[in-house]
């Protein structure tokens, strides 16, 4: 068993609060191997982060206390170490652990190189010259541009990607034996992540580190990890390689998430099948299997056993009891086909654009430059369409929306709403239209009026636009309202900070519901949400519109979602629209080479597919919004620019199909627009 | 940064000269016709009217408090009716004396408050937090006064060790100048101690829980290099802002306990000023304590420039 | 917020501290029957006495009976302070609104003033007031109220600043809610909490710099008494009879104690994250 570089056995974590103690770990045991990747994969609350601090002894203390168990570190217990010397000298030196903001996680008050250097001379015994060195030489390895230079920047002065870049080099640069990537990359835009990624992989592999990938992603863990182990509730539920756990999953739990979880490689048959109900609370010491209460394929024996890992395959290890489990992705019995009345446009958006002047001094104002927010985008909404927009952090997706909703008054262009041009409308006036044009937030603990009840929320609309005569009509019509979301009525009364993420999303939903809108505006609606409730809110948001016929401009970052509700996709980046086209032509032919970097970045949740996939890497960071290269904005990135690209802004192609694509690689193709 | 300082003095001029207007105007104008005051009800008109030309009372508001500003900028403070001397002779004398005694209370109140705190932070939770809580809580909610009165009597009446009262001047010996200054800067002290205190403890607590602090510790260093290179600098910067606050409160403080201990300085002169309608020595306690608070809110605001990158660096504070 | 006030009272320092203040103003306000002796009855016979069965807390040196006088006191101290909180309380929350919802340029002006405003202690600006104005109980109030503005105006602001930025807000706008009902309806209640805060330590503040003011003869007059002139009068019997400084003063510490307690618990109570540990 000596073989193992770390070995966690049977460890648990409890949280001892004034009132209760919150058993956020129990039982847990997992090893890794020299030179291998193993990923830890859970959702939030399911213990996968507390765990990897348990076994470092970085649990704040009090409340948190690590009960039972031990991690053994080349043959050295860890919890039992009365040596605090070693523990320090191992911790930094020998195990290093990068986080997931690390905007924060960086001292601010102290330089970059600075903060790498403290560790160096920490552990390594070296002259502060040779640290220093030493630092600019790992801060190349991790790509920083101009190293030498950037080593007396603050961490204030770097990009969130560069900041990670940063920690990165600040946990590698003793040569630990073991790195803990506690949500890296979950904080940074998908293009960034996929090379944070990659190069992390280039260096661990290179030094034949030993990386533990802690993640809510499955598709991560399928690209990158040799071994991974499912957690939920506080417990390891499966673990098995990658292949294998990919290719026959053998805990309800397990494949439940995979079944949640769209994928950029689905078929529109495909069903997202959410896990209904909630994670437990853990406020009492686990007795059966913790997935017990929201599991679809329970079977007699999980009542009353506890749930302990088994041997189901080679190195395949479940707690489930149910013998025969159904693996497969469900399918929906027959493809409803949308009404879509094309020739009936709800919004036309029309060459808009949207500038902030970037202003300094706080007393007497300079304007000293502008920041291109969203420059020049065109296209239409149709009756009972799905209309997805998709780009990074910054690309002025959110600009776009913000702009529709009469929240920003943009600086040039049209907006029109059923037929009506709303772009120049007063407030005053354009109130009135509000209850046809309804938005969706992203966040759901933010976008609720803490002092309100969640009924008086619902009804808000109401009692604003005056939709309802009298009393009992208005509490009929909450009571609907309540039901077509799936929540009980009987909740009304409750505070928003009495819900869950899952069910404040939903109130969230039938408040833009309530006045019967002709147009809902969904921004980033479940980015904020967990992985098994994202697919709730989806399904929820497709039935609602089969019913109602309402259309959606459905705002995100992330592709694989758009994928399964939209039935046209329009790619930003910059502020300008890149590509636009029905979605499988997007998806299955994309164009723009933007549009096929952004493919590639996204992982799959399937091993098979990812090893197969041809990738398309971007080059470098996004540039800011305040300093947009010339030309082709893409260009700074991409692997195909040429002279052309540089200085000459790139026309709209249109294909035959209604695709259409800004970029020279195809502009003798198409037709101009 | 030279931007971000030149910003703030300007910012301290306007501010300075805001208060000196609403001084001059609350001081001089309000209580109505300072000949009739001066001269009493009994006096002639012609003495009146003689006395008001005299002053230039006839003329508008703005132009006396010009003429007033521009005596102040060279140093004429004019003359005290109660000391029968120009007001910038007694001050010149008196603030000295009230200077040296805050400053020693600024002191022994921010390191020993600051120091406090920090070791109830790093105790919490233990026995030495609830007492150094405790203390601090008292600390707040004792007045001054109250504080110099049972100092003078576990002290001086009861334990007989120092003076009541009185003030002896570096001048005449140390030794002598400690045994009378002992007191009042405690007194003065003491409640500065307790919220520097209070606001440092609270201060390292929130840093404790930042994510670079968990960084530090998995970057393997011991709690101590973490407490001193991480948690202190960064939680002691919003403890700088309070320097401000703790002079404008030590010079209220040093009016009550100038009074208390008989001491001849600043604020004691104030209070005497006030009590005989001295207007022209109110106005110049006045002026001098605007500075002092002013002055010292705008080296803390540079102070933090200094300590915090993001203004140093940025320059811009949006 | 029934939560706010279960959470509240669950601390049995905050209890005994709110418990505290409750007693006291029930005997201000019933001074008349609970008091022993009058405020001004003397007995010369019995001056200077120190505390006894007659007189529980001692006698002064005109033989006022100084439980009474202090039962007495507490009435013009706690008028003194509610009246004074509640004029800094409104003009500074209302400043602070316009304040925070306005920005740019009127947000300038106003923290400039109350830059302005901030530059003189307390008791110098009430010594500044007297010397104009001349020394009554109105005037004190005018002098603590005016210079305690300022931490309302703060608060107030960086709350509204806080919540307008908030998404609900947006909500509010998207769903069509007018700016006065946004205003009403969804940022001032979830801007007040705060200022229960400030004005629970405001009135500890306020009952302090009373005492001061009136111990420096600047404040209430004599024959009225309250707990500051007790203790000026009291300090010239510090040999004599130390008592009749000391209980006034212990008095006072006591309640201001009271007050920070309940301020402390207040915001405890109202921060989510303090909540959510207990």
């Known amino acids: 068993m000596s073989e193992h570089i770390l070995e966690v056995k049977q460890i648990s974590t409890e949280f001892r609060m004034k009132h209760r103690t919150t058993y956020a770990v129990n039982g847990v045991s997992f090893y890794l191997d020299r030179g291998e990747t193993i990923g830890i994969v859970g959702e939030s609350g399911s213990g996968k982060s507390v765990t990897q601090m348990s076994a470092l002894g970085l649990i704040e203390s009090p409340p948190g206390v690590v009960a039972e168990g031990s991690v053994l570190f080349e043959g050295m217990d860890l919890v039992k170490q009365e040596n605090k010397k070693m523990l320090h000298e191992i911790r930094g030196k020998r195990i290093a652990m990068i986080f997931q903001d690390p905007m924060i996680s960086l001292n601010p008050t102290m330089t970059v190189g600075q903060q790498i250097t403290e560790t160096i001379c920490e552990h390594l015994k070296l002259s502060r010259e040779e640290a220093k060195k030493r630092a600019i030489a790992y801060m190349k390895k991790v790509k920083i541009p101009d190293a030498e230079l ?202 808009l654009r949207m500038d902030f002047p970037l202003y300094r001094g706080s007393l007497i104002k300079k304007r000293i430059g502008t920041v291109r927010a969203v420059g020049g985008v065109s296209f239409e909404v149709h009756r009972g369409e799905t209309l997805g927009l998709v780009g990074e952090s910054g690309c002025g997706k959110s600009t776009v929306a913000n702009c529709i909703m009469h929240l920003l008054k943009p600086t040039e262009g049209r907006i029109s709403f059923l037929g009506q041009e709303v772009t120049n409308l007063p407030e005053k006036e354009f109130r009135r239209l509000r209850k046809d044009i309804q938005l969706i937030f992203q966040d759901p603990f933010s976008s609720l009026d803490p002092k309100q009840t969640i009924g008086e929320i619902v009804g808000e609309p109401l009692r604003v636009h005056g939709l309802t005569s009298g009393e009992k009509e208005y509490r009929e019509r909450v009571t609907e309202l309540f039901e077509m979301i799936g929540l009980d009525p009987e909740l009304q009364s409750r505070a928003p900070h009495e819900l869950s993420g899952g069910q404040r999303q939903r109130i969230g939903i039938a408040r833009a519901l309530a006045s019967r809108p002709k147009l809902i505006i969904c921004d980033e609606p479940v980015s904020a949400l967990d992985v098994s409730v994202q697919a709730q809110i989806m399904n929820l948001l497709e039935s609602l519109q089969q019913r109602l016929g309402i259309s959606y401009l459905f705002v995100a970052h992330d592709l694989s979602v758009v994928r399964h509700i939209s039935d046209r996709i329009a790619v930003m980046y910059l502020g300008k629209i890149v590509e636009l086209g029905d979605w499988k032509a997007l998806y299955e032919s994309p164009l723009h080479p933007y549009t096929r970097t952004l493919l590639s970045a996204i992982p799959i949740p399937d091993p098979v597919v990812e090893r197969a996939r041809e990738r398309q890497k971007a080059l470098g960071d996004i540039p800011s919004a305040a300093s947009i290269p010339s030309g082709c904005s893409f260009h700074t990135r991409c692997p195909y620019a040429t002279e052309k690209c540089r200085a000459q802004e790139p026309a709209v192609t249109v294909f035959e199909d209604g695709h259409q694509v800004s970029c020279h690689l195809y502009a003798e193709r198409g037709g101009h627009a | 940064m030279i931007k971000y300082v030149g910003k703030k003095v300007l910012v301290s001029i306007l501010i300075l000269l805001l208060v000196s207007f609403m001084a001059y105007w609350i001081i001089s104008v309000l209580p109505g016709d300072a000949a009739l005051i001066a001269l009493g009800t009994e006096a002639t008109q012609e003495r009146v009217e003689e006395l008001r030309a005299e002053w230039k009372l006839d003329e508008p508001l703005v132009n006396r408090y010009g003429a007033w500003l521009v005596n102040i900028v060279h140093g004429d403070f004019g003359y005290s009716t109660h000391y029968k001397a120009p007001c910038l002779e007694i001050l010149k004398e008196r603030m000295p004396i009230t200077a040296l005694l805050g400053a020693i209370s600024l002191a022994i109140g921010v390191v020993l408050g600051i120091l406090l705190g920090i070791l109830a932070a790093v105790k919490r939770g233990r026995a030495v937090d609830t007492i150094v809580t405790f203390l601090a809580n008292l600390g707040v909610s004792l007045p001054v006064f109250w504080v110099g009165i049972l100092l003078i009597y576990l002290l001086a009446v009861w334990l007989k060790l120092l003076p009541v009262q009185g003030y002896a001047s570096p001048a005449e010996g140390i030794g002598e100048f400690l045994r009378y200054a002992c007191l009042p800067c405690i007194s003065m002290a003491w409640g500065s101690m307790a919220t520097v205190c209070r606001q440092t403890r609270s201060a390292v607590l929130e840093t404790l829980h930042q994510h670079y602090v968990k960084t530090a510790r998995a970057k393997g260093l011991t709690e101590r290099k973490i407490m001193f290179r991480h948690i202190l600098k960064n939680s002691l910067i919003p403890v700088i802002t309070l320097l401000g606050f703790q002079v404008r409160n030590l010079v209220g403080g040093s009016v009550v306990v100038e009074q208390i201990y008989n001491i001849p300085g600043m604020g004691r002169t104030l209070i005497q000023a006030v009590d005989s309608r001295d207007t022209n020595m109110v106005l110049a306690c006045l002026m001098l304590i605007a500075v002092i608070t002013i002055l010292s809110s705008l080296l803390v605001d540079i102070a933090y420039g200094i300590v915090d990158p993001r203004i140093r660096r940025g320059g811009s504070e949006a | 917020m029934k939560k706010t006030w279960k959470v509240l009272f669950s601390r049995k320092v905050t209890m005994i501290a709110a418990l505290f203040i409750v007693a006291l103003i029930l005997t201000a306000v019933f001074a008349d029957f609970v008091a022993p002796y009058g405020y001004n009855d003397q007995d010369l016979r019995q001056r200077l006495a120190p505390p006894g069965a007659a007189h529980l807390l001692g006698t002064d040196n005109y033989g006022r009976d100084v439980l009474s006088r202090l039962i007495f006191g507490s009435r013009i101290s706690l008028i003194v302070a509610f009246v004074s909180v509640v004029v800094a309380g409104v003009a500074g929350s209302l400043i602070g609104l316009i304040a925070g919802f306005c920005g740019g340029v009127v947000d300038g002006i106003l923290m400039r003033l109350t830059d302005a405003l901030m530059t003189f202690p307390t008791i110098v600006f009430a010594l500044g007031i007297s010397a104009a104005l001349g020394q009554s109980t109105f005037n004190l109030i005018l002098a603590i109220g005016i210079s305690t503005i300022p931490p309302y105006i703060r608060t107030i602001r960086g709350e509204v600043m806080k919540v307008r930025n908030q998404t609900y807000i947006k909500a509010a706008r998207v769903t069509g809610n007018s700016v006065p009902r946004q205003l009403l309806v969804h940022v001032l209640p979830n801007c007040v909490a705060p200022v229960i805060v400030t004005a629970s330590v405001g009135l500890g503040g306020a009952i302090m710099t009373e005492a001061t003011l009136s111990f420096l003869g600047l404040g209430v007059q004599p024959p009225a008494t309250s707990w500051g002139i007790m203790v000026s009068e009291g300090s010239d019997f510090l040999t004599t009879a130390p008592h009749l400084a000391l209980v006034p003063g212990i008095a006072i510490a006591l309640v201001v104690l009271a007050f920070n307690f309940l301020g402390d618990g207040f915001r405890d109570a109202l921060d989510p994250h303090v909540r959510g540990n207990l």
């Not at chain 1, 292949?243 to 689905?266: K, M």
């Open chain 1, 150 to 351: 950037r080593y007396d920047n603050f961490p204030f002065e770097f990009s969130g990607g560069m900041c990670q870049r940063i920690m990165i080099a600040m946990a590698m640069c003793c040569d630990p034996s073991i790195l803990i990537a506690d949500e890296a990359t979950t904080a940074l835009d998908v293009t960034t992540q996929a090379q944070i990624l990659e190069m992390l992989q280039d260096i661990v592999k290179e030094t034949n580190t030993s990386l533990i990938i802690v993640t809510h992603n499955l598709g991560i863990v399928a690209r990158y990890a040799d071994r991974i182990y499912v957690m939920y509730g506080g417990t390891i539920v499966e673990t098995a390689e990658t292949d294998e756990l990919f290719a026959h999953p053998s805990h309800a739990y397990t494949i439940g998430l995979l079944n949640s979880v769209p994928r950029l490689d689905d078929s529109k048959e495909r069903m997202l099948m959410p896990i209904n109900g909630i994670p437990p609370t853990l406020h009492k010491k686990p007795e059966r299997c913790p997935f017990y209460d929201r599991c679809t394929q329970r079977v007699e024996r999980c009542e009353k056993e506890a749930a302990i890992l088994h041997e189901v395959g080679a190195h395949h290890f479940s707690s489930c009891l149910n013998p025969c489990l159904d693996a497969s992705l469900k399918t929906c019995d027959e493809l409803v086909e949308k009404e879509i009345d094309w020739s009936d446009t709800v919004l036309k958006v029309e060459h």
